[in-house]
């Protein structure tokens, strides 16, 4: 049985959803940021990047939230998380991700996070102030680029639906209105009626 380790409403959500569109036999535990347990040696033990999600598998612990919706969806194909048997529309889906993951969610972490990038507090100010812009910029790419509706890949549902659904919800405390992308919102309500989506969601409430 796989476990996951995740946080409530950051990236792990779109891993804990992948295992469940999947069907997927796991078990989860939560870690809690406010109490820092992502730092402590049990967990370190883990991860030693202190962070979530983590995927514990027969073959291995994985870490970064891209490799493992990749694995999920390939791990479980009979779910079509993926379009498995065409390798550039695979690399598509890769390639989404991996902007979702090298581009946004950094951009979203400059707000909350910026002690990762600098010591100096006006530094966090500046980076605190240019987030909301350069994650509008990024729903702006995604609206008129990546969304080819009404999923990412058409009309087939993949784990990139799910990862850009997760990261949507982080656009009001960027002060971004998702209304202001029609795509796009069009998208984050597709795809939150799913019963795993929903169903995940109210745990993480």
């Known amino acids: 049985m796989m476990k996951l380790y995740y946080t409530p409403m950051t990236c792990a959500l779109s891993v804990h959803i992948a295992l469940e ?11 809690n940021f406010a109490n820092n347990e992502q730092r402590s040696p049990e967990f370190l033990a883990i991860n030693p990047k202190g962070r979530v ?6 073959q291995g612990t994985l870490t970064e939230t891209p490799a493992m919706l990749a694995y999920i969806a390939q791990k ?4 079509k998380l993926a379009p498995l048997d065409d390798l550039f529309k ?7 991700n991996s902007y979702l993951c090298s581009t946004v969610h950094v951009a ?11 010591d ?9 102030k240019k987030a909301p812009q350069n994650m ?6 995604i609206e008129e680029q990546i969304l080819k509706g009404p999923y990412i890949m058409g009309n087939d549902f993949s784990i990139s639906d799910i990862y850009l659904n997760t990261i949507c919800r982080w656009l009001a405390s960027d002060n971004v209105e998702i209304s202001d992308y029609p795509n796009l919102n069009a998208h984050f309500q597709l795809v939150s009626e799913r019963p795993a989506v929903k169903k995940i969601i109210a745990l993480h409430q």
């Open 90 to 96: 695979f690399a598509e889906v890769q390639s989404v």
């Open 108 to 118: 979203h972490a400059h707000r909350v996070r910026g002690i990762r990038w600098a």
């Open 76 to 79: 479980f194909p009979a779910a």
């Open 120 to 128: 100096d507090e006006q530094a966090h100010e500046s980076m605190k």
């Open 53 to 58: 999600p983590v995927l514990v598998t027969d």
């Open 21 to 31: 569109e999947s069907g997927a036999d796991y078990e989860t535990q939560k870690i």
């Open 136 to 141: 509008a910029d990024s729903c702006k790419l």
